[in-house]
């Protein structure tokens, strides 16, 4: 009897996919042009951030506002935050390319109304909705990759991911610096509109997956506790210390309420029939662990990208212009070790050495970093750097594929965006963590050199800009170098001592078979078996759903149609 996913195949709906032994294959050219729209969207994502910072004295400058500038950062790191749960879910439950293009849509609206914006609340309120469609570009790149591509083939395109995010980090503050001074700061908003257009257009005309709808209805009371949490976490985060004493009854209160949501979040979730954020996946021991290692990830990550440029501009000299070179030691290795790993995991079907190898660098290079001083030059910063950035490499991507392995291909869209969420998390919290670390030990340093009132000359800041730097008198600057390396030694201590944690998880992490691999047992019996067998042995511990994911997943991709 004819096949007729084979008659659909020989027809054109369905291109071939021909396998070698151990799962791999050739993907087609097609599938690797629509895998290239999705890494236009995760670099717009990624490059928004960047480019905007360059930008904001230009801004300050023109809308006036300078009280609220800290808000065109929180509201759309705010509503990015919130709304990435919520996409993932969208995406599992009515198709993820429609939730995909209203998400690049909403973003790209975004974009236009913020280079358009007038005053400084006009372009907070803009800001927020970019954030609104951003929350939803990396998820759905994420788990859209899931569906076109098995996880034994998955690691080399989440490697070129990582990627294009190190050369959004490298090149976003050159690219917005030169933006602003020859077109004008509203074009580092303008910029998105011809990227997210090109990703548009190529998602809409190749990209074909099968259409979806699942009984039962939003979880708007889960989506309602859950964004409270994460907002007044954010808020916590970015407001404690700086806007507000820690010990405040803003803070304590706002404080109170993540937690309050939280726990209300944690019951409604364990009642309802579609929860926007299953508390089964947390039963499944690779994806918890991961979840806490993607936390601490996005706390190590975050920090180093704050505190680096930091120590090279106010102790080493490095100009503020170039900053995103600034952080080059980092993110090439970072790039380079993501790709490599990628594709080693692709060829081997085994990861579990990578994560291990990663928690062992990281730790290392942030107390290497931590021992930088006056003294210390560029390329001994750099290479110190280097480390940090490789460990990083081994566990960018590569978390993301674990926790997609370890859930059914129903909620992919929500592992991703849960994975995606606690890195965002981890970062939020590390930022203001470490901030508060930092200038309590500058300020420290500063009186105990100075005394209190020569501390005052510095103008009473944790972190002076280039130009105030150079007004100090030379023993007052003299002081704040020693004060900055004093704070980074103080910082990245701290964070080396979390770091640990990640070494410690990556060692309880079991080498589940990617789904799409042979298991060891069967390699040679399954050499000659017919292109579209699944031959993964689960999803975690438990076989039967294992069983069960990979048959949703080859059904996800057996109706899959990607047209050149």
Do not use: C
């Amino acid at each position: 009897m004819a096949d007729p996913a084979q008659d659909q195949e020989r027809a054109g709906a369905i291109p071939a996919a021909p396998q070698e032994k151990g799962g791999k294959g050739p993907q087609p050219r097609s599938v690797r042009v629509t895998l290239s729209a999705l890494m236009i969207a995760v670099m717009l994502a990624m490059l928004d951030n960047m480019i905007i910072g360059t930008a904001m004295p230009t801004i300050v400058g023109e809308l006036g506002g300078l009280e609220h500038l800290s808000w065109v950062v929180t509201a759309y790191t705010l509503t990015t935050a919130a709304s990435t749960p919520l996409w993932g879910k969208l995406g599992d439950m009515y198709g993820r390319k429609g939730a995909f293009l209203t998400s690049i849509v909403i973003f790209l609206l975004g974009s236009v109304t913020s280079g358009a914006a007038q005053t400084m609340g006009q372009l907070i309120g803009f800001r927020a909705l970019q954030g609104l469609g951003a929350g939803g570009l990396m998820v759905g790149a994420m788990a859209i990759m899931a569906d076109l591509v098995p996880p034994r083939e998955r690691g080399k395109y989440m490697g070129m991911m990582a990627g294009v995010m190190s050369l959004a980090m490298i090149g976003g503050p050159l690219v917005g610096g030169t933006l602003t001074d020859h077109l004008g700061w509203r074009w580092a908003f303008y910029i998105n509109v011809p990227l997210g257009g090109v990703a548009l257009a190529m998602v809409i005309t190749l990209l074909h997956l099968p259409k979806k709808r699942v009984g039962g209805r939003i979880d708007y009371v889960g989506a309602a506790l859950l964004t409270t949490a994460i907002t007044s976490a954010v808020l916590v985060t970015s407001w404690g210390g700086t806007e507000y004493a820690w010990g405040s009854a803003t803070i304590v209160g706002l404080a109170a309420l993540a937690v309050a949501a939280l726990a209300g979040f944690v019951y409604v979730e364990g009642r309802v029939a579609e929860p926007i954020m299953p508390l089964a996946i947390f039963r499944n021991r690779n994806f918890s662990l991961v979840a806490l290692i993607g936390f601490l990830l996005g706390f190590v990550m975050f920090g180093a990208m704050t505190f680096l440029p930091l120590f090279q501009q106010s102790v080493q000299g490095a100009s503020a212009t170039n900053s995103g070179l600034l952080l080059l030691p980092v993110l090439l290795p970072m790039m380079i070790v993501s790709v490599v790993t990628g594709r080693a995991t692709s060829a081997s079907g085994r990861y579990r050495m990578y994560p291990i190898m990663g928690g062992a660098l990281i730790p290392v290079g942030l107390f290497l970093i931590a021992q930088m001083d006056l003294g210390t030059s560029r390329f001994t910063s750099g290479l110190y750097m280097m480390v940090l950035g490789a460990g990083m490499g081994f566990l960018m991507q590569l978390t993301m594929l674990i926790a997609q392995n370890s859930v059914e291909a129903k909620d992919m869209g929500v592992a991703s965006s849960s994975a995606t969420l606690f890195r965002t998390i981890g970062g939020s919290f590390g930022v203001a963590l470490m901030g508060t670390v930092f200038a309590n030990r500058v300020e420290s340093t500063m009186t105990e050199r100075l005394g209190a009132e020569g501390a005052g000359a510095a103008g009473g800041s944790a972190q002076l800009d280039a130009a105030s730097l150079a007004k100090l008198p030379d023993g007052v600057r003299n002081a704040y170098e020693h004060a900055v390396a004093d704070g980074t030694h103080s910082v990245f201590l701290l964070v080396a001592a979390f770091a640990v944690v990640i070494f410690a998880a990556a060692w309880f992490i079991e080498e589940v078979p990617l789904r799409g691999a042979e298991s060891p047992a069967k390699a040679d019996a399954g050499a000659d078996a017919p292109a579209g067998t699944a031959s993964g042995t689960g999803t975690g511990s438990d076989s039967a759903a294992g069983a069960a994911g990979d048959a949703d997943a080859v059904g996800d991709r057996g109706t899959l149609s990607v047209k050149a």
